[in-house]
């Protein structure tokens, strides 16, 4: 038996350096709407029903350092529509997004199309269809 059973999620953080153009980033490009601030160096957005915190770290780091560190496992995802899956892919190269590509899964613990793409920080995000209009010949 567990020491304790958690029920849900509160909220999660993520560290960026700078917390104007991150806040700009997830609301404007993401579609997260913003909910308040949280301490001098905090900002709160909504993604559905989900907070997440927004965290300006001390000292900038390199936007190459956290896929260096952390490698390509450790991300956040959302889900969107297909619809919206295919606006995002169309544009955010073309408005400065860093897109590194696309993957396809029916079987497996999470299903679907995906595409991951960074942050201004240098998180890695990725961006979830799980049920896509078509599947390509040849996808498992």
């Not at 301490?39 to 965290?55: A, D, H, K, S, Y």
């Not at 889900?79 to 997004?97: C, I, L, P």
């Not at 590194?100 to 990725?126: A, Q």
Request: contains cysteine.
């Amino acid at each position: 038996m567990p020491l304790v059973e958690t029920s849900s999620l509160v909220h999660f953080s993520i560290p960026v350096n700078d917390l104007e153009e991150s806040l700009k980033f997830y609301t404007d490009v993401l579609g997260m709407t913003f909910r308040g601030k949280v301490g001098p160096n905090g900002r709160c957005v909504m993604c559905g029903e989900t907070p997440i915190i927004l965290v300006e770290r001390p000292q900038p780091r390199p936007f190459d350092e956290t896929m260096e560190h952390n490698g390509q496992l450790c991300h956040q995802a959302f889900h969107v529509s297909s619809e919206d899956y295919d606006r995002a892919q169309a544009s955010f190269e073309a408005n400065g997004v860093k897109v590194l590509g696309e993957e396809w899964r029916k079987s497996g613990t999470f299903n679907g199309r995906s595409f991951y793409f960074f942050d201004p920080s240098g998180n890695r995000l990725e961006i979830n269809d799980p049920t896509p209009p078509f599947w390509p010949e040849g996808v498992e």
